[in-house]
């Protein structure tokens, strides 16, 4: 049997939210004071982390958005697997990962996550019209 997972209440993306909003900082704060991380690469990662938790929240609200945004997670790991692979046979020995594929790694995935991003939003501004319990 089949055990399907139920889709988020508001109140629990709400919660995911709160938590996403405050504790970002906090743990920028710490990556750089305290382990003493360059802040392009803090920031950018805590925006990056931040940025899916919250899309990924507001778009497990209902089932159709919920596809949406797996769909999406899915194309990524594919091409992340595929990039990994080819590297597997075009690097030689001792060569670094190539930085034109962490490029596309990074664009392909700002593409794919979008698609939860969009439906993130299309969710938030439907609860704040009152659309969605």
Known sequence: MVRRSRNL?????????TLTLLGGPIVMFVAYYILLMPILKVVVVTLGIMYL??????ASLDL????????GHNMFVYFAIAMVIL???????????PKWQI??????????YSFSGIVAVKNFIKWRKGELQ
């Open 103 to 112: 490029y596309a790694l990074l664009a392909v995935g700002f593409i794919c």
């Open 87 to 97: 590297a597997f046979f075009i690097t030689k020995e001792g060569e670094l990962f």
């Open 53 to 58: 938790s919250l899309s990924f929240a507001w």
């Open 9 to 17: 209440r508001i109140q629990e993306a709400i919660f995911i939210s």
């Open 64 to 71: 159709r958005s919920r596809k949406i945004a797996v769909k």
